[in-house]
């Protein structure tokens, strides 16, 4: 009796929501792939990757985990569920147990993004406040989504999710890709992350790479049947 086919889930990274997602949710379930796009709360690594992972317990069957950007680092932490048969990684940070986004961004010089982060606090469980980032609205086209309309990228600025600045300093407690099959999507004209880093850590993990020359940050947005494709890899190879 063959395998039932893996959930796929998409967890979105910094300064997006799930709706970053839509063209990849609608390609893959063309394809009768089941497909969860659950929210991030963007509040911290071990906390984030503790919301993942607990969806990903009460999901029946096989999952095959994607993340984006910030996701990556999620899905490297939550992929050691028992049910997690695979890994996607899309313009994302690939991490090794131990490190934190910082140290690895350290490795290589900084890209556009880090001088067009704008400050925001907001209040944590002790009353003092926490700050968070967002892009400069200014900036955002160009360093998050220069491949996408621009009628679209002014929405996507102003609806930008902040993420909180601890998160960069934060460890990952396990690495994934260990003991887990993965994939990864490098964005060639990447300008949030650079696709140096994106490719270090996909080939330090081992991970089969597909490089989308041209492509943005947003690459889960503007080229959506691409990062489908490696998606249904990822979940064929699990099958």
């Known amino acids: 009796m063959p395998n039932p086919t893996p959930t796929v889930v998409l967890v979105h990274g910094a300064f997006a929501d799930a709706a970053s997602w839509s063209g990849v949710v609608a390609d893959l379930k063309r394809d009768g792939i089941p497909v969860l796009a659950p929210p991030n709360p963007l509040r911290g690594l071990a906390a984030d990757a503790a919301y993942i992972a607990s969806l990903v317990a009460q999901i029946d069957g096989p999952v095959v985990l994607v993340g984006h950007s910030y996701g990556g680092a999620l899905i490297t932490v939550a992929g050691v569920a028992e049910n997690v048969v ?129 492509a943005s940050h947003a690459i889960a947005l503007s080229r959506p049947k691409e990062v489908a494709e490696v998606i249904r890899t990822a979940v064929r190879a699990a099958g």
């Open 86 to 214: 695979g890994l996607v990684y899309v313009a994302a940070y690939v991490l090794e147990e131990g490190e934190s986004l910082g140290e690895l961004q350290g490795r290589f010089p900084a890209s556009p993004l880090v001088s067009n982060l704008k400050q925001w606090t907001y209040p944590v469980a002790d009353g003092e406040a926490a700050v968070e980032v967002t892009i400069a609205e200014d900036a955002f086209p160009a360093i998050f989504a220069a491949d996408v309309p621009a009628e679209t990228t002014t929405v996507l600025a102003a609806a930008q999710r902040p993420l909180a600045a601890g998160v960069f300093e934060e460890k990952a407690t396990a690495a994934a890709w260990r003991t887990t099959p993965s994939w990864a999507v490098i964005a060639g004209a990447d300008r949030a992350i650079d696709p140096e880093v994106e490719r270090f850590g996909a080939t330090r993990a081992g991970a089969t790479v597909v490089e989308v020359d041209g």
